[in-house]
């Protein structure tokens, strides 16, 4: 699968109650500017692998505010370091994909969450998950066949393949929207059926009826089944993540 699917990079309408106040803040890992949230006592961290509109985006941190409070210490990384993907026309919103892709392919977000996770074990955290969203999703996935993390979660996946679920190690569970260009619902049962033959890895799929890719981030408060689907995948993410943490 490749590609990027055009909803994901479509900003989500402003809250009804006004813009969002973080509750968290900036902070350096290494070469890598965070937003950061929850106590850096907690038990265990929570890496967020953004979409390709970057650490910035509203309901993003808002998503990482809740699961801070739920008692994780959430990382955020600016894997694009200031430079996410600006849209193009409203006739072709993805027009400068191709060349910024060059300069932020995933493969460098995996490598830019390894140096995070250094930093979070230096700290004293050994306990750490992974969430990624779109363009995330790939980051997360590559650190899920290796040994650094405990379990992940994918949601509304990009550039996600076959071969990437056959190498995943640790639990994972993901979540996708019925209507998706690249993640298709045949793509995801595929998904399904390889995650069904490791009974050693731990797992969940699920889609969702009725939405479009960028799901979970990219919704209008105004529409009551755009609002349950995102919320109900926020809380079977939660649920995951305190099954593998609390």
């Given at each position: 699968m490749a590609g990027l699917n055009q909803e994901c990079c479509e900003p989500a309408p402003p809250p009804a109650g006004g813009v969002?106040?973080?509750?968290?803040?900036?902070?350096?890992?290494?070469?890598?500017?965070?937003y950061v949230t929850g106590s850096p006592h907690a038990k265990a961290a929570v890496i967020f692998a953004s979409h390709a509109l970057g650490f910035e985006v509203s309901n993003l941190r808002k998503l990482a505010d809740k699961v801070a409070a739920a008692g994780y210490y959430v990382v955020v990384p600016d894997y694009f370091h200031g430079e996410p993907l600006v849209l193009g026309s409203a006739?072709?919103?993805?027009?400068?994909?191709?060349?910024?892709?060059?300069?932020?392919?995933?493969?460098?977000?995996?490598?830019?969450?390894?140096?995070v996770i250094e930093v979070l074990k230096s700290r004293g955290i050994s306990t750490i998950g992974a969430v990624g969203f779109c363009w995330g999703a790939k980051v997360v996935v590559e650190l899920l066949k290796g040994e650094d993390v405990k379990a992940g979660v994918l949601l509304h996946p990009s550039f996600v393949t076959i071969d990437d679920i056959k190498e995943a190690k640790v639990p994972l569970t993901i979540l996708v929207p019925e209507i998706d260009e690249f993640c298709t619902p045949e793509i995801v049962e595929q998904f399904r059926a390889i995650l069904s033959a490791k009974p050693e890895?731990?797992?969940?799929v699920k889609?969702?009826?009725?939405?479009?890719?960028?799901?979970?981030?990219h919704y209008s408060e105004n529409d009551e089944v755009a609002v349950r689907n995102a919320e109900e995948a926020h809380a079977k993410m939660l649920e995951w993540l305190n099954k593998y943490f609390n």
């Open positions: 969002y106040v973080c509750v968290g803040g900036l902070e350096t890992f290494q070469h890598l500017t965070a006739e072709n919103r993805l027009a400068g994909l191709g060349d910024w892709l060059k300069r932020h392919g995933p493969e460098k977000g995996f490598e830019d969450s390894t140096k890895v731990d797992s969940f889609i969702y009826p009725g939405v479009a890719h960028g799901f979970t981030l």
